[in-house]
């Protein structure tokens, strides 16, 4: 989850690599709470192969692991692992049926990271409620992940130098996830929703308002020199490039019938 600190920077850190696993034939099973109706999995299969065009476009080195049809939301990987330069923590989703994603996460991490700390019981913690911002991290404490997983977590990071802070998203409507509405730009820059906007730790960043009405697209991707941003938001788009940053539009909207976004669909280092 490294970010990139500058655009501009000479010794900016960037993104080489990413795990990804397409949607398997059960992905309608998975669960949401979005109210969109039922995926179409040709689709989102679709969606899926240029994701991660997308990703090698920004100059990464893809794994695509072998769609699992046992575990429907198993193409959401980012909720499986907190991945770092050198290290990787196996989670413990909040979802019990979600909870044997991260097993099977562990053959595509295993070659880059051949030591897997992990969440333990009775920790909860989702990927999708970490975010990390140059090195400090902050952690949502949601519906999917318990204090013990921000502790568990927390001691994990401060062992290898980071610091982490808990954001109570529990009464934030709108927000499964931290990451639903909060994404890191890189430069000091921090994408937030309304509802998250007024929250003393953003004091020290410069926000990047969605508009009312795009909050979705506060899901983006800051990937190297570009930031990835679902297609369909043109004022948040817009916000975006007139900040300098190039910017690349994706169609989601298959993942986004199932809770899904862009950062949800790779673990990234």
Known sequence: MKITKSI????????????????GRNFAGALTTANLGAPDLVTAQRQHMAYCAALEKCGMKVT????????????????AAI???????????????RRDETAAMQPGLKPFF??????????????????EADGRFFIGISARTNLHGVR???????????????????????????KSGLAYLGDNRIVAVDTLAAETFL???Q????????????????????????????????????LGYRVMTLEVSEFRKMDGGLSCLSLRW
Not at 8 to 23: D, E, L, S, Y
Not at 117 to 122: S, T
Request: aromatic share 6%; with cysteine; glycine share 6%.
């Open 83 to 97: 991945v770092l330069r050198t290290d990787a923590l196996l989670t413990r989703p909040g979802a019990p049926s």
């Open 114 to 131: 051949p030591v897997l700390n992990e969440i333990l019981p009775p920790g909860t913690l989702d990927g999708g409620d970490v975010c």
């Open 203 to 205: 004091a020290d960043y």
């Open 8 to 23: 501009h920077g000479p010794n900016q850190m960037r993104f080489t690599h990413a795990i990804v696993r397409p949607p």
């Open 64 to 79: 695509r692991l072998k769609a699992d049809h046992q575990l429907p939301d198993a193409t959401f990987v980012e909720d």
């Open 152 to 178: 568990q977590l927390t001691q994990w990071l401060a062992l290898r130098g980071y610091s982490a802070l808990p954001v109570d998203i529990r009464q934030k409507p709108g927000l499964l996830h931290l």
């Open 207 to 242: 926000l990047v308002r969605v508009p009312p009405g795009e909050e979705y697209a506060a899901n983006c991707l800051r990937i190297n020199d570009t930031v990835l941003v679902a297609r369909g938001f043109p004022r948040f788009e817009t916000a975006v490039r007139k």
